[in-house]
């Protein structure tokens, strides 16, 4: 790498992106922050906190520079709202690449109520675009390597693996069959989600318009906490979230056990999800600023996950390491019972990504973080109280198996 390459990443305050930011400071990048904290604010609506301790940014860098002799810039900026500052700041700091965290990323606050809806379309598409955009009027040649979700595929694969982006069809030109290849067809299954797939066309045209050379990440659900840096420090340490709206499932399986709360398995359990390790997301970016598209080539898009489970199958798990009960409950998302999802990943197996897979002593590990730090759960915000639609009843307590099919089959429809 040549020295003083830098990098901006946008929301590296947050649970992605905080690591992130530290291992790319670590491998010599020098690093600037952009976050407005905002998740650190939803922490206060929700009245709840990161099961771990996290400090004030501030301290969080100090002790970094402190410890490594790295400095990481901070910046307090709204991207959907503060574009004359980003783009100055762009041109500023004349960055190789820019990493974009920096959106409204859980699927239950997105559903929560009309403001929470209207909030996570207006923050993530207006900050996406205003990235764009500045980049452009910058007039530098920068990266964007965003963080974008497998949920823009839906998680229903018509019997077929998941291509990374792009999918072939045979197509019937002038009575002559051809193959093209198309962005895979969007199918958001919340507001959240769909914003993704918003972020996705906004890509398209910059790319297409402005030749803006962009990777979009479709990451899988995020589980663990620690990486080789947070570990480094306990003002390090990384967020970790566990209520009903921004904790997910994995994660939450494992403090669930901690404080014996039943694991809040939704509906029958049988939805099949993609999956990766905080440590394999911070190397999957790192490859992926590594290995940046060509100038004028399409939108790099590779399928960030390195394995499937089925949720029942994790409630399982989990429930014979700590001996947890296992509680079904009617899901107060509108998804389908059962789902098979096969992915294709090659791309970053092909640069070198070594995956992490659930392993017990992984597990372990995160067992250990949820025990330590179980007096700041709050029970009553385990629950997932937001709904898809006003006609799901909330279930405080859990239905049972038996009473739960009918259920699931009136209100969502399956
Ligand atoms: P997070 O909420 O912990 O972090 C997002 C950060 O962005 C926060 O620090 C927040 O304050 C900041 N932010 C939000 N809007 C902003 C704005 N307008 N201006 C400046 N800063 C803003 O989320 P995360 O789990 O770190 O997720 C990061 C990205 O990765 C998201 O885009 C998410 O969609 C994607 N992702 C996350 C997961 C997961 O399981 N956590 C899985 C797949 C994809
Ligand atoms: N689920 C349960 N019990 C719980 C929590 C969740 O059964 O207590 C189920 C959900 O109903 C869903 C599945 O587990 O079927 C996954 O839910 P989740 O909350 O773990 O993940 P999701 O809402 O999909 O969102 C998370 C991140 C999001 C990211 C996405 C990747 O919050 O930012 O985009 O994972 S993906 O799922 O691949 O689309």
Known sequence: ???????????????????????????????????????????????????????????????????????????????????????????????????????????????????????????????????????????????????????????????????????????????????????????PGSIYHMTKTLDALLFYYYNKNDDVRITDLHQGVVWGTNTEETLLHPDLINRFDWEGDYGTVLNRFLVEAAVGHPLTVHGTGGQTRAFIHIRDTVRCISLAIQHPPARKERVKIFNQATETHRVRDLAALVARLTGAEIRHYINPRN?????????HNEQFLELGLNPITLSEGLLQEVIEVAARYRDRVDQSKIIADSRWRADIPLDREGRGLQTLSPITQTVNGH
């Not at 998804?335 to 992915?343: F, K, M």
Request: charge should be negative.
């Open 1 to 187: 790498m040549a020295s003083q390459e830098r990098i901006i990443v946008l929301g590296g305050d947050g649970f992605c992106g905080w690591p992130t930011s530290l291992r790319l400071s670590r491998e010599g990048y020098d690093v600037v922050i952009v976050d407005n904290l905002s998740r650190r604010k939803i922490d206060v609506e929700l009245g709840c906190q990161s099961l771990t301790p996290i400090r004030p940014i501030e301290r969080r860098l100090r002790t970094w520079q402190e410890l490594t002799g790295r400095t990481i810039g901070f910046h307090n900026l709204n991207i959907a709202e503060d574009y004359h500052e980003l783009e100055q700041l762009i041109e500023a700091v004349r960055p190789k690449a820019i990493v974009h965290f920096a959106e409204q990323r859980a699927a239950p606050y997105s559903m929560k109520s009309p403001r929470h809806k209207r909030y996570t379309v207006d923050n993530n598409i207006n900050g996406t675009h205003n990235v764009l955009c500045a980049i452009v009027e910058s007039g530098l040649d920068v990266h964007l390597v965003h963080l974008g979700t497998m949920g823009v595929y839906g998680y229903g694969t018509a019997g077929m693996s998941i291509p990374e982006g792009y999918l072939t069809v045979k197509v019937d030109i002038d009575g002559v069959d051809r193959e093209i290849e198309i962005p895979y067809p969007p199918h």
């Open 335 to 343: 998804e389908a019972p059962d789902n098979e999802l096969v992915i």
